[in-house]
C-alpha cells in the first residue's frame, strides 16, 4: 500500500478499510472558541438540515477537518439534506451578514470551509444515482470521492478523480481534480456535465455546456466556491474492472539520485497516456535521497515492463520494481493509505512546471531535499511528490484549469507537491514551520528561473493551492507526469 504522506510503502499491521456507507469524518476536536451572538435560526425540520451548535452531542463528529493547524469550531454548523436547505441557508447568512464557509470533504489545505460563525455543510447530501446507458453519474454535493468510486465499482465502472479517499466531490471538482486515471480521461473539471447551484440570492441555477455556459466554465477548475453553493454534480463514466498498479525504489547518492530523477522527467511526459506515474523523493538520515516511482496502468502488463525499464535501468533499485493486477477499487485502497479520515498538522504547496528541470536544477532541488530534517516516526516529516502530466493539452481537455494550464502545446507539464507534516499535538493552530516547504520550492524555482522564462499560470483552488512552476511540500517531496 502506499500513503500520500510517505516515500516508502506502507504496511499497515492492518489495512483499515471504511465500512459500506460509514459517514465517520474523524476524531480530532478542537475546542470552540467563544462563540458569536447568532440571530434566532431558520426554521428547518431536522429532515431537511441538523442545526448543530457546541452545546449539541453531534457537534463533535462534523468537526475534524483534514489539516489540523487550520481546524475551526463555528457557532453554528449546519448540516444540510436539502437542495432547499442549502437555499434557505443561504438566504438566511447573507440577509443578517454573518460571515460564513462551505464545506464538504474538509481537505482545504487553508481552512476555506472553516469558520468560527456558521458552516454551510454539505455533508446531507449523500444521494448517488448511476446511469449506465448515458454514461452519467449524478452525486449530492456531500459525497466523498471513496463513495462514488464505490458505487460505480459495484457495476464495474470508473470516472478519474483522486486517490484520496476522503475528499469532497466538491471541492475537488470545482478545483480540477487530478488522479490515476487524468492523463486517459482528464481531470475530473473536464468530464463534468452539469452543475447545480444555489447563487448568493438564494436560486437554483443549473449550469451546462448550453446553460449558463460562462458560469459551467468557472466551475470547471476555477470555480472554487466563488459563484455559489454547488449542490450536485453530473459527471461522465466510463466502464473499468482491473488495473495494473507499480512501484519501485531506490536509495542514492545525489548525483545517482539526479540521474534516476533526470530519467523521470524525460520518460514519464512521454510514456503511453494509459500510464500514470509519481516520482517521491525524501529525505534520510544520511546525505542519501529516499526515491519511490509509483503509479497505474490501464493498459497492458507488457507495455508497462517495457516502458519501466527506461527507469531501473538507469540505477540499481534497492528494492525491485513490482507490478499487480487490482481491482479499480482495490486500486483506490492501494493508493490511499488507508480509508480512515486522517486530520494532522500540515502545510502544503502545489507548483506546475511547464518545462523540465536543467541539471543543475535538480541538484539544487536534491540538495535542498537533503538537507530536510527528517521526520520524528515516519508518518511524520516531509517529502517532495512531483506528478508528470504529459504533453499540455494532453492531460487537459477543456475549460477552467485546463484552458489556462494550455501552452503552444510542445510544453510537458509536472505537478510538483510539497508538504509538511506533524502528527504532534500543536498548542495553537499556526505554531508550524509553514516555511519548510516554501525552502524547497525555492531551490529549485530559482535555479529554473535562471535559465528558463516559460509561461506560468497561478490557479487557486479550494481544496488545495497552485500556483506557476515546481513545488509541493510536506513529508514527501513527489512529482507527477
Keep these: 500500500m502506499e500513503h500520500p504522506f510517505l516515500v516508502e510503502e506502507y504496511i499497515p499491521a492492518q489495512a483499515q478499510r471504511a465500512p459500506s456507507g460509514s459517514r465517520e469524518f474523524g476524531t480530532a476536536i478542537t475546542e470552540p472558541e467563544s462563540a458569536p451572538a447568532l440571530p434566532p435560526f431558520p426554521n428547518l425540520p431536522s429532515s431537511e438540515a441538523l442545526l448543530l451548535t457546541p452545546a449539541d452531542p453531534q457537534y463533535a463528529d462534523y468537526l475534524p477537518a483534514a489539516n489540523l493547524r487550520t481546524q475551526l469550531a463555528p457557532a453554528l454548523r449546519a448540516v444540510c439534506k436539502t437542495e432547499n436547505a442549502v437555499a434557505v441557508m443561504t438566504d438566511w447568512v447573507r440577509s443578517n451578514s454573518l460571515p460564513f464557509a462551505v464545506r464538504c470533504g474538509g481537505h482545504s489545505y487553508e481552512g476555506f470551509s472553516q469558520s468560527t460563525d456558521v458552516v454551510i455543510d454539505l455533508r446531507g447530501l449523500q444521494d448517488i444515482t448511476v446511469d449506465t446507458s448515458a454514461g452519467l453519474v449524478t452525486a449530492g454535493a456531500g459525497v466523498s470521492l471513496y463513495d462514488v468510486y464505490q458505487e460505480l465499482a459495484n457495476i464495474g465502472y470508473a470516472f478519474p478523480a483522486g486517490s484520496c479517499p476522503t475528499v469532497g466531490i466538491s471541492g475537488h ?3 480540477g481534480g487530478y488522479g490515476l486515471l487524468a492523463r486517459l480521461h482528464g481531470l475530473t473539471c473536464d468530464n463534468l456535465q452539469q452543475v447545480t447551484l444555489i447563487d448568493a440570492q438564494a436560486t ?11 458560469l459551467f466554465w468557472a466551475c470547471r477548475g476555477g470555480g472554487g466556491g466563488s459563484f455559489g453553493i454547488a449542490t450536485q454534480f453530473v459527471l461522465r463514466i466510463f466502464p473499468l474492472s482491473d488495473v495494473l498498479v507499480f512501484g519501485v525504489s531506490w536509495l542514492l547518492s545525489q548525483p545517482k539520485a539526479a540521474r534516476i530523477f533526470s530519467a523521470w522527467q ?7 497516456s494509459t500510464i500514470t506515474s509519481i516520482m517521491k523523493l525524501g529525505p534520510t538520515a544520511g546525505s542519501a535521497i529516499s526515491m519511490r516511482c509509483i503509479g497505474q496502468s490501464v493498459g497492458s502488463r507488457t507495455e508497462l515492463r517495457n516502458e519501466l525499464s ?25 493508493f490511499s493509505g488507508g480509508l480512515d479520515y486522517e486530520s494532522v498538522y500540515m502545510k502544503a504547496k502545489s507548483d506546475y512546471v511547464l518545462s523540465p528541470l536543467s541539471p543543475s536544477a535538480i541538484a539544487a532541488m536534491l540538495a535542498a531535499v537533503a538537507q530536510v530534517p527528517v521526520g520524528p516516526s515516519p508518518e511524520a516529516g516531509r517529502h517532495l511528490s512531483c506528478k508528470s502530466l504529459g504533453e499540455s493539452g494532453e492531460v487537459v481537455r477543456s475549460g477552467g484549469i485546463s484552458e489556462c494550464l494550455r501552452t503552444d502545446g510542445k510544453g510537458k507539464i509536472i505537478d510538483a507537491q510539497y508538504r509538511l507534516i506533524s502528527r504532534a499535538h500543536a498548542s495553537t493552530r499556526r505554531d508550524r514551520d509553514d516555511n519548510a516547504p516554501r525552502r524547497v520550492r525555492r531551490e529549485s524555482s530559482r535555479q529554473s528561473s535562471r535559465e528558463s522564462r516559460s509561461a506560468h499560470v497561478v490557479v487557486r483552488r479550494s481544496t488545495y493551492a497552485s500556483w ?3 513545488g509541493w511540500g510536506g513529508p514527501q517531496y513527489s512529482w507527477r507526469w
Excluded at 266 to 272: I, Q, V
Excluded at 310 to 334: G, R
Design 173 to 175: 471538482s470545482l478545483g
Design 204 to 214: 437554483t441555477l443549473e449550469a451546462t455546456a448550453t446553460s449558463e455556459p460562462d
Design 266 to 272: 524525460s520518460w514519464a511526459p512521454n510514456a503511453p
Design 310 to 334: 527506461a527507469l531501473v535501468s538507469v540505477e540499481a533499485p534497492s528494492k525491485p520494481l513490482n507490478i499487480q493486477t487490482l481491482s479499480f477499487l482495490d486500486a483506490i485502497n492501494h
Design 468 to 470: 506557476g512552476w515546481w
